[in-house]
Each structure stands twice: as C-alpha cells, then as structure tokens.
C-alpha cells in the first residue's frame, strides 16, 4: 500500500514551465535533472545549505547554465518534501 504525498517539486523541462514565484534547480551526482520548486525555499536553512554545497562544488560556474544542486535526486525529493512553501 503506497501512501500519496502532494508533490510541492515538479519535474521540468523547459523555461515556459517555470511560475512565477519559483525557479529551476538541476539535481544528481551523475545525470542532472530538472524541477522548479518554490523561491520560498530560498530561506529555508535546508535548503541554504544545499547551495553552499553547489557554491563549494561549481562556484559560479554551472555546467548546466542554471542551478545545479550536487545530490542524489532521491536525497533533493525527500529533503524538499519536508520544508514548507
């Protein structure tokens, strides 16, 4: 039995899919993929230490031309499930 949870992170793939009030993040140690979350996250301290680790990583030079975000994606979902809008 699958419990359902609401998805606040969605799979992207293009700049049309981003609303306003959010931004894309590429996520994954090997194969980056794609999700618009909420530029609420921006504050939360999860999240801001995530980008510490992107700005240790990549500096200001990301290979995707956006964000990218160095963890696991299953690491980014569960992390991002639990931080409020």
């Known amino acids: 039995m699958a419990i359902r949870m609401p998805r606040i992170i969605k799979k992207s793939s293009t700049a049309k899919d981003v609303p306003k009030g959010h931004f894309a993040v590429y996520v994954g140690e090997e194969q980056k993929k794609r999700f618009v979350i909420p530029i609420s996250f921006l504050r939360q301290p999860l999240f801001q230490d995530l980008l510490s680790q992107a700005e240790e990583?990549?500096?200001?030079?990301?290979?995707?031309?956006g964000l990218t975000i160095p963890c696991r994606e299953d690491v980014f979902v569960d992390l991002t499930s639990r931080l409020k809008n």
Request: no cysteine.
């Open 57 to 65: 990583e990549f500096g200001f030079e990301h290979p995707m031309g």
